[in-house]
């Protein structure tokens, strides 16, 4: 399976380092830069998802990813783990709202 994320998101860059470290045996990360509107996730089969759906299939795929939220019971852990990609969500796009509104010469 391959995980295409934004790279210049720093939400996005964290969450595939994570997935880096410990499944890239299991799942190729692969930046996109600017093109990445979010998240992309190639299934072994070709089949081909976006966004919250790709964080579905990707817990359901390779369950192991539930493992980053320890702490919690196991039954709050797939909640847990869409909520952090809604509130991630979120944070990108406050950041290109206050980024992209920045004076190309001046910053």
């Not at 299934?43 to 919250?52: A, D, I, P, R, T």
């Not at 039954?75 to 406050?94: E, V």
Request: net charge positive; with cysteine.
């Amino acid at each position: 399976m391959k995980l295409y994320y934004d790279s210049n998101c720093p939400v996005c860059r964290s969450f595939a380092k994570l997935l880096q470290k410990h499944l890239s045996d299991e799942l190729e990360i692969i930046p996109l830069g600017e093109y990445a509107k979010d998240f992309k996730l190639e299934l072994s089969n070709g089949e081909v998802l976006y966004g919250k759906e790709a964080i579905d299939a990707l817990e359901r795929e390779v369950p192991k990813v539930k493992d980053f939220f320890w702490m919690l019971p196991d039954s709050y852990k797939g909640k847990a783990m869409r909520k952090t990609y809604a509130f991630g969500k979120f944070l990108r796009r406050i950041s290109n709202f206050f980024y992209k509104r920045r004076c190309e010469e001046c910053g």
